[in-house]
C-alpha cells in the first residue's frame, strides 16, 4: 500500500497551489452553461418541436428508416451520445495517464463540444437529425473533457480539501449557469424588442453557450500545469481500455462498488438534468418563459446547496451526507410525478427541492472518489468515473424513452426514475469507504 509524507507546503507550493484550483474551478464556470442553458433548458423542447414538425400524421419520425415517436427523439439522442462517449474516454483517459499531457487533450475535447454547441444556431425548419448530431458530438466532447478536468482533482488538492475544492468547482459553474441564464430570459421574452423570432432567441441562446464554453475555457488552460508521467504501455482502442481499467479496478473491488452505486444513482440525477424541461413543457403545459425561470432558481439554490452540504460533509462525513442527498432526491422525484399541470408554483417548489441537493450530491460524489484512485492512474480511473457522471448515464435517458414510447406519458415515465435513487442508497451504504481509501494505497482523512 502507497504511503504519503504528511508535510506543510512551502509558501510558493501553496500559492501555485492555489492558483491551479482557481483556473480549474474556471473550466466548470466555462462549460457548465452547456448544461444548464442547452441540455437542461432549451435544447430538449426545441430539438422535440423540431422533430414533431418533421414527423408524419402520426407522430413519429423516421431517422434512417427508424420508426420513433418524435417525443422521443431527443433522449435518444442523448443516449446515443452516451456510446459514442463511452468508446473514447477510456482511451483518451490512458493517454492523458501515459503522456501525462492533459492538457493538449481538454483543450480539443472542449473545443470540439464548444463548437458543435455554437453550431447549434443553425438548427432550424424539420432539421432534427442535424440537431441530434450536434447534439450528440458536443455532450460526448463534454464527458471527454470534464474526465479529464475531474482528474486534475487528486493533483491540485490534499485530501483534506478535496470536498471543498470540488464544491467550489460546482459552485462556480452554477453561478455562471444562472448569470447567463438571466441574459437567456431577458432575450427569450422580449425577442420581439430584439427585432427577432422566438425560434431564432431559442437558437441565438443556444449558440451563445457554445461561445462562453470556448472563451472561458481559456484561463483553465493557462492556470492548470502537466505533470510528467512514468513510461506506460500504449493505449489500447476504447473497449479494451475500459476492460484494462476494470480489470485493474478488480484488485480495488471497493472503488469498483463505490463506482456501481455512482452509475445507478446519478443515472438518475443526469436524467432529471436533461428530462426535466420536457417534462415541463410537454406534460405540464408550462412555458419556455417559466421553465427558464425555474432552472434559474435551481442553478442559485445550487450554488448555496453544494457549498452547504460541503460544509455538513465536514461535520458528518461525505458518505453520510450523500446518503442524505439521496433520500431527498427520492421524495422529490415521487412528488414530481403528482404536480398538476399549468401550476407554474408547484414546478418551482419542486425546482427548489432539486436544487438544494442537486449540486452538493454530485460535488462530494467527485471528491469522494478521488480519493479511491491509485496514485497515478487519475485519468483512466476518471474515465470510468466520467461514464458514470455524464458517461454511462445512457440507460435513464433510455427507459424515460422508452416509458413515453410506450405508455405516451411523460408522468410515467419521470417517475420510473426513482428506482435509481433508491437502488443507489442501498449500494452506497453498503460501501465501507475508509477501507476503500486505505486499499487504493491512500491516506486515509480523519473525517470521510
Given amino acids: 500500500m502507497g504511503t504519503d509524507t504528511v508535510r506543510s507546503p512551502a509558501p510558493d507550493e501553496a500559492a501555485g497551489r492555489r492558483r491551479e484550483q482557481r483556473g480549474w474551478y474556471f473550466y466548470d464556470w466555462a462549460c457548465s452553461v452547456y448544461s444548464t442553458s442547452v441540455l437542461t433548458v432549451f435544447l430538449g423542447p426545441y430539438l422535440t418541436t423540431v422533430a414533431e414538425s418533421a414527423a408524419d400524421a402520426d407522430g413519429f419520425v423516421h431517422p434512417f428508416g427508424i420508426p420513433m415517436r418524435a417525443g422521443s427523439f431527443f433522449a435518444y439522442s442523448v443516449s446515443l451520445s452516451v456510446i459514442v462517449a463511452v468508446l473514447v474516454m477510456p482511451l483518451v483517459g490512458a493517454a492523458a495517464d501515459r503522456t501525462g499531457r492533459k492538457k493538449p487533450l481538454l483543450a480539443a475535447a472542449a473545443y470540439t463540444g464548444a463548437g458543435a454547441t455554437a453550431g447549434m444556431f443553425f438548427l432550424d425548419g424539420e432539421r432534427y437529425l442535424l440537431g441530434g448530431a450536434l447534439l450528440v458530438v458536443a455532450n460526448a466532447a463534454q464527458s471527454v473533457a470534464m474526465m479529464l478536468y475531474n482528474s486534475y482533482l487528486p493533483q491540485i488538492a490534499p485530501p483534506e480539501e478535496r470536498d471543498a475544492v470540488s464544491s467550489r468547482g460546482w459552485a462556480f459553474g452554477y453561478a455562471a449557469g444562472a448569470l447567463v441564464l438571466v441574459a437567456n430570459l431577458i432575450l427569450y421574452t422580449r425577442h420581439a424588442a430584439f427585432g427577432v423570432s422566438e425560434g431564432t432567441a431559442v437558437r441565438i441562446c443556444l449558440a451563445s453557450a457554445g461561445l462562453w464554453w470556448g472563451a472561458f475555457t481559456l484561463v483553465p488552460l493557462r492556470r492548470l500545469r502537466d505533470r510528467r508521467a512514468p513510461a506506460r504501455e500504449a493505449a489500447l482502442p476504447g473497449f479494451q481500455q475500459l476492460a484494462a481499467t476494470i480489470r485493474d479496478m478488480r484488485r480495488h473491488p471497493l472503488t469498483l462498488a463505490f463506482l456501481l452505486a455512482y452509475l445507478v444513482y446519478n443515472d438518475g440525477i443526469q436524467t432529471v438534468i436533461s428530462q426535466a424541461s420536457v417534462y415541463g413543457s410537454k406534460e405540464l403545459g408550462l412555458g419556455q418563459s417559466t421553465l427558464i425561470v425555474a432552472v434559474l432558481l435551481v442553478q442559485v439554490l445550487a450554488v448555496a446547496g453544494a457549498l452547504a452540504l460541503g460544509r455538513l460533509a465536514r461535520r458528518y462525513g461525505a458518505k453520510r451526507t450523500i446518503l442524505g442527498s ?97 437502488l443507489g442508497f442501498v449500494l452506497l451504504a453498503r460501501v465501507p469507504v475508509r477501507r476503500a481509501i486505505g486499499d487504493a494505497g491512500n491516506p486515509v482523512p480523519e473525517r470521510i
Avoid: C, N
Fill in 326 to 422: 439521496l433520500v431527498a432526491w427520492t421524495l422529490t422525484l415521487a412528488a414530481g410525478y403528482f404536480l398538476p399541470a399549468g401550476a407554474p408554483v408547484w414546478f418551482f417548489v419542486l425546482a427548489a427541492g432539486i436544487g438544494l441537493v442537486l449540486g452538493g450530491s454530485q460535488a462530494l460524489s467527485r471528491s469522494l472518489f478521488s480519493h479511491l484512485v491509485p496514485p497515478g492512474k487519475e485519468a483512466e480511473y476518471f474515465s470510468a468515473y466520467e461514464m458514470s457522471d455524464r458517461g454511462m448515464s445512457w440507460l435513464g435517458p433510455l427507459l424515460f424513452g422508452l416509458t413515453y414510447q410506450l405508455t405516451g406519458s411523460y408522468r410515467d415515465a419521470i417517475v420510473s426514475l426513482v428506482g435509481f435513487f433508491v
